[in-house]
């Protein structure tokens, strides 16, 4: 029962830069109150495993995107830097051309921590009017 879709409605190409959040500024559905629309981020009400699912449009005139989920929590606390554990798709592409990235991650999240999609690798374009992100507890 705790799951969530943000999305945003802006028809214009934006920049995110390395390890920056996406902005999905929208909930479509929000059952449990845990999504965040003012830093985009999803803040679990219940530990457990959760399904996160994003498809990103990007690379507008790049050769390669990359996008990921983030997790900032406890669980890896002894890695060095702000963020803990990166999961993610990357598009290299021959030429400079508009792509679909499609990820899909299941990842155990506590009360207290938080998942967000970000720009990995670089500073990468997304078209948000075709993006989304959702997430899921399944256990």
């Not at 929208?26 to 999504?35: I, K, V």
């Not at 690798?121 to 078209?127: E, N």
């Amino acid at each position: 029962n705790n799951g969530f879709m943000g999305y945003n409605t802006s028809t214009s190409w934006t920049t995110v830069d390395d390890l920056a959040t996406v902005p999905f500024t929208h909930e479509r559905y929000d059952n449990s109150g845990s999504y965040d629309t003012s830093n985009y981020r999803h803040y679990p009400k219940e530990s457990g495993t959760y399904f996160y699912h994003a498809s990103v449009y990007s690379s507008n005139s790049a050769t390669h995107s990359s996008f990921g989920f983030l997790l900032e929590g406890t669980e890896d606390s002894n890695i060095t830097g702000a963020h803990h554990q990166t999961w993610g798709m990357s598009g290299q592409f021959d030429v400079a051309r508009d792509e679909m990235l499609y990820m899909a991650q299941i990842i155990y999240v506590a009360v207290g921590e938080n998942v967000r999609v970000c720009s990995m690798g670089g500073t990468h374009d997304f078209y948000p009017g075709h993006s989304f992100w959702s997430g899921m507890r399944i256990r």
